[in-house]
């Protein structure tokens, strides 16, 4: 599985960016997988930001973006989104989409370890 994100970028305080989370194989899909996202600041562990399930039915947020992140999936476009919005200088981070094969369609884990595909990350920087 080889995971793609893209949409990282500079944006001030206040403003919003999305990120999208794409398996690059054509004609393989992310259906089975429950997907997450992590970000990783210097000198920093690399942390659970959200996360979704294999058919939408849970999703979860750590507590320093939740409402204000948005996750999402398409799977008919094999992508899953982090729509991200009233950025912080602290939500300045490399951001990272990781899945793992899943059956059941309310799990989905908060630890980087319980993943086994990542993609190669995006940066996120927020200006003051």
């Known amino acids: 599985v080889q995971l793609v994100e893209s949409g990282g970028g500079l944006v001030q305080a206040g403003g919003s960016l999305r990120l999208s989370c794409a398996r690059s194989?054509?004609?393989?899909?992310?259906?089975?997988?429950?997907v997450g996202w992590f970000r990783q600041a210097p000198g920093n562990e690399r942390e659970f930001v959200a996360g979704?399930?294999?058919?939408?039915?849970?999703?979860s947020y750590s507590d320093s973006v939740k409402g204000r992140f948005t996750i999402s999936r398409d799977n008919e476009r094999n992508t899953v989104f982090l729509q991200m919005n009233s950025l912080k200088p602290e939500d300045t981070a490399a951001y990272y989409c990781?899945?793992?094969?899943?059956?059941?369609?309310?799990?989905?884990?908060?630890?980087?370890?319980?993943?086994?595909?990542w993609g190669q990350g995006t940066q996120v920087t927020v200006s003051s």
């Open positions: 979704i399930s294999r058919n939408t039915a849970k999703i």
């Open positions: 194989q054509r004609g393989r899909t992310l259906e089975g997988y429950y």
């Open positions: 990781a899945a793992k094969q899943s059956f059941s369609t309310y799990y989905l884990s908060t630890s980087p370890g319980s993943y086994d595909y």
